[in-house]
Nanobody
């Protein structure tokens, strides 16, 4: 079992920044690809970013590319999402996720056999 706990959400004005953190416990953190997904009100959950086991490889949705940066610290069992130039459309609950590979970093696969955090709310005001 891997437990994931997000923190760092809150209210920010458009154009501002936030850094989300996801602390993992229970299993070997470095054995997992880590990712961030988000779910806006009335919308389906969507992929935002993912990072490889060592942190060398990073992957982003087009909607956040160039504004968000995912990183990880395997010594601290923590993954981060630095969010800059925030827009009102970034308002969502942000979920941390763990999967065994990049190809498994999908909502269905994570729900079936990966791990989700409980989510942290981000609200971007205009």
């Amino acid at each position: 079992q891997l437990q994931l706990v997000e923190s760092g959400g809150g209210l920010v004005q458009a154009g501002g920044s936030l850094r989300l953190s996801c602390a993992a416990s229970g299993q070997s953190f470095s054995n997992y690809y880590m990712g961030w997904f988000r779910q806006a009100p009335g919308m389906e959950r969507e992929f935002a970013a993912a990072i490889s086991y060592s942190g060398v490889g990073t992957f982003y949705a087009d909607s956040v590319k160039g504004r968000f940066t995912i990183s990880r610290d395997n010594a601290k069992n923590t993954v981060y999402l630095q969010m800059n130039s925030l827009k009102t459309e970034d308002t969502a609950v942000y979920y941390c996720a763990a999967s065994t590979s990049l190809s498994a970093m999908t909502i269905a696969t994570i729900t079936a056999g990966g791990y989700w955090g409980q989510g942290t709310q981000v609200i971007v005001s205009s």
